[in-house]
């Protein structure tokens, strides 16, 4: 079955650094599109990047040019380095593949202290 195993949220003060994990088993990792959701405290999930199985990347205005989205195929993983973190930046961050139907990870949190 399907297991995607986020890792990497902590802690972290303003203008600083994290890079969040997602540990994928399951399915054939090289073949599809992962994608990084967040959601904040009394807000809705949102898409914040993507990379395509040929890692093509789309990325939400706001992390643009601060959040950078890349795989190891090799270890069915999917990496998100954040940079420059803000304090809106705060929120659990999802690891997400959609095979016919949606698959999450469990999140982890990330907070971004001002």
């Known amino acids: 079955q399907v297991q995607l195993v986020e890792s990497g949220g902590g802690l972290v003060q303003a203008g600083g650094s994290l890079r969040l994990s997602c540990a994928a088993s399951?399915?054939?990792?090289?073949?599809?599109?992962m994608n990084w959701y967040r959601q904040a405290p009394g807000k809705q999930r949102e898409l914040v990047a993507t990379?395509?199985?040929?890692?093509?990347?789309y990325y939400a205005d706001s992390v643009k040019g601060r959040f950078t989205i890349f795989k190891d195929n090799a270890k069915n993983t999917v990496y998100l380095q954040m940079n420059s973190l803000k304090f809106e930046d705060t929120a659990v961050y999802y690891c997400?593949?959609?095979?016919?139907?949606?698959?999450w990870g469990q999140g982890t949190q990330v907070t971004v202290s001002s």
């Open positions: 997400n593949t959609h095979r016919g139907i949606n698959y």
């Open positions: 399951g399915f054939t990792f090289s073949w599809y599109a």
């Open positions: 990379i395509s199985a040929d890692g093509n990347t």
